[in-house]
């Protein structure tokens, strides 16, 4: 246990690891986050890729870093640490802007040689004075200690290397008072299949932890209070492994088999991944060779009954457009995820943004209205994915899923809801009782406009989709004017009735506001501590976010007209203050943008209201 002289007690801790993109920073950042989550800490993390493929080993590109918040009340990664962990110089570089005033710099000493401060573009010899840093600055012999542990391991001398980081984790957890146990199966379950490697890291975490006893004078420690949680079963999940797992419930509660065709793109890849696992329980998940034949198979799969989907990033989305026109006009379910990264072009593959709406929801040819959602934390991914899924099989559309690479790569602790907890989807079947004379491929329930969905081999229900225009009544190919505008205004009306199936836009309303703070997509935890904060200093702001893009919620101009200003804050140009602007043109819209390839810094939210505040 931590020696209670010298131990600071916080709601909530910040910790950033960081090193070489080789030297397993996202694996110790993980690993320290599923211990803390089981716990009973809240979490949220942020892996920060380095943008570049294999950068020199050493210099400031390659620089990977990984960010955690753990505690209570926790919706973001935090803006800045408690402790960094700066495993070479260039991580220390780029990273100290990262550290609180007064806080905790532990640098792996062994690897601050005179080639390593050259290679991170120091200009002397003394990095710490250089940096001008004011902190407590740890300077631990980490690759020293390392080899010693595993002096008698028989392992080479590049594994043995291998092990810093888990040497690091372990300082690292007896810094914050955390038992080794849960770190020790989770690197058991990782290295299964070599039980060398988990002995030699067994050695090396509980080397790392000694190692924090033995120094325990010269360091503040930490103890993170925790909340009460909900019983049930909680795991650490990152965004797109709860997108994935949100398909698999909606396809187990819709009784529709589950279909993915996708193409490999970042930061995508691991909901394909996910799903290519899960032969188990009846998903199948297939590479296609590229992003159009990948939106392609999906569409066959829907016209074939399956619950299909389709992953990809900004670039595979403009790729998609014309297949998920298609989807538009044969009225068959389809979800598309977009995990939205920088861009143009290749842009910024590892980089977050939120720059992809104005094309999900305009960026097709001809009228081609499609619902769209979003997800706002990696949990939520979830649950929108889910929610994405109903609203495609249930009103017979496409629908486009928004996350971004900061919460499909981001984790926060999750309560795995039970089955029953989870409403019904009821996808409008075609049952071969309902086949007559009249039947025809558009026939529509009247209350919302959805055809039925025939699935191949309904008895008296063969039929053809595809996309020419198709007449109103019989669903054969037409040319004709006005039946073209009253099926582009039906395809339009479909959608917009889609409001009377979503929830309504809930509010945080302090006494005395009238200004809103509204956002939406992977930005809420940002914002709702912002506003927070902004209400504690006496400036009371509520807040909206929103997880419903098109339709909107059926409430949301009566609680926009509530206040005399809007502020949208989003990761792109303006795109949803621009949107909602259109949609309500009297609304007084003030907007707070970024677009750095970074999540919102909880301070840049709170100081870009207060000035429009203080605006007269």
């Known amino acids: 246990m931590l020696d209670k002289t010298n131990v600071k007690t ?20 993980n690993i320290f986050t ?33 960010q955690v918040s753990v505690g209570v009340d926790v919706h973001t990664p935090g803006d800045l640490c408690d402790v960094l962990i700066a495993m070479n110089p260039a991580a220390l570089k780029q990273n100290i802007k ?11 000493i062994d690897s601050f040689k005179e080639a390593d401060l050259k290679k991170a573009l120091f200009e002397t010899l003394d990095p710490f004075k250089e940096l001008d840093i004011k902190a407590q600055v740890v300077e ?36 914050f008072d955390r038992p080794l146990e849960g ?31 033995n120094i325990h004078a010269t360091v503040s420690t930490y103890r993170i209070e925790t909340e009460e949680a909900i019983p049930g079963v909680y795991t650490d999940i990152n965004g797109n492994t709860a997108t994935a797992w949100g398909f698999i419930a909606a396809s187990e509660k819709s009784g529709r088999p589950l279909f993915l065709g996708s193409y490999p793109i970042t930061p995508a890849t691991d909901i394909l991944q996910e799903l290519a696992k899960r032969k188990d329980l009846g998903v199948k998940a297939v590479q296609m060779e590229d992003e159009i034949a990948g939106v392609c198979s999906a569409i066959g799969a829907s016209f074939a009954g399956h619950l299909a989907v389709t992953s990809t990033s900004g670039p595979g989305l403009a790729l998609k ?11 068959l379910p389809l979800v598309v995820v977009d995990v939205q990264r920088g861009g143009p072009s290749t842009g910024l593959p590892t980089k977050t943004e939120q720059t992809d709406l104005m094309q999900a929801l305009y960026g097709r040819n001809g009228e081609s209205p499609l619902a769209v959602v979003a997800a706002s934390t990696p949990t939520d991914c979830f649950t929108m994915a889910f929610e994405a899924a109903r609203i495609a099989m ?69 039929h053809r989709v595809g996309g020419l225009e198709k007449d109103f009544n019989t669903g054969a190919i037409s040319t004709d ?47 709702r501590t912002a506003a927070g904060e902004l209400c504690a200093e006496g400036k009371p702001v509520a807040f909206a976010h929103f997880n419903y893009i098109n339709p909107l919620p059926a409430n949301t101009e009566e609680v926009l007209r509530g206040y005399k200003q809007v502020i949208v804050a989003e990761l792109n140009t303006g795109m949803f203050a621009d949107y909602l602007q259109a949609k309500f043109p009297e609304l007084n819209i003030k907007r707070i943008n970024k677009i750095q390839g970074q999540p919102f810094l909880v301070s840049e939210v709170v100081n870009g209201v207060t000035k429009i505040m203080e605006e007269k």
């Not at 916080?10 to 950042?29: E, I, N, P, T, Y």
């Not at 004017?481 to 809930?506: C, F, G, Q, W, Y």
Request: proline residues 7%.
């Open 394 to 462: 249930e009103h017979m559309t496409p629908v486009i899923l928004l996350t971004d690479a900061f919460i499909g790569n981001g984790s926060s602790a999750w309560r795995i809801p039970e089955a029953s907890e989870l409403p019904e989807i009821h996808p409008p079947l075609l049952s071969p009782n309902q086949v007559d004379a009249a039947w025809q491929p558009y026939t529509r329930k009247d209350e919302d406009m959805v055809r039925y969905w025939a699935i191949p081999g309904t008895e008296g229900a063969m």
């Open 481 to 527: 004017p006005i039946n073209h505008e009253k099926m582009v205004k039906a395809r339009r009306e479909k959608i917009a009735r889609i409001a009377n199936d979503i929830p309504a836009l809930e509010v945080l309303d302090p006494k005395g506001a009238d200004t809103i703070l509204v956002g939406w997509g992977g930005t809420y935890g940002h914002l």
């Open 98 to 108: 990262f550290l609180k005033p007064g806080g905790v710099v532990i640098v792996d």
């Open 321 to 331: 457009s014309e297949g998920i026109g298609l989807a538009v006009i044969a009225e």
């Open 183 to 213: 770190a020790l199966r989770m690197l058991k379950g990782k290295f299964a299949k070599k039980p060398a490697i988990y002995e030699a890291n067994a050695k090396v975490i509980e080397a790392g932890y000694n190692y924090g006893n």
């Open 10 to 29: 916080l709601d909530k801790v910040v910790v950033r690891f960081s090193g070489d993109s080789g030297d397993g920073m996202q694996l110790a950042g």
């Open 34 to 66: 599923n211990v803390s989550a089981g716990l009973g800490n809240k979490v949220s993390t942020f892996p920060d890729y380095p943008a570049e493929v294999r950068a020199p080993q050493g210099s400031l590109s390659g620089v990977s870093g990984f």
């Open 140 to 175: 631990v012999p980490v690759t020293t200690m390392t080899k010693d542990a595993l002096a008698d391991s028989g392992l080479d001398n590049k594994s043995i290397l291998k092990c810093r980081n888990i040497f690091a984790l372990g300082l690292v957890c007896w810094l």
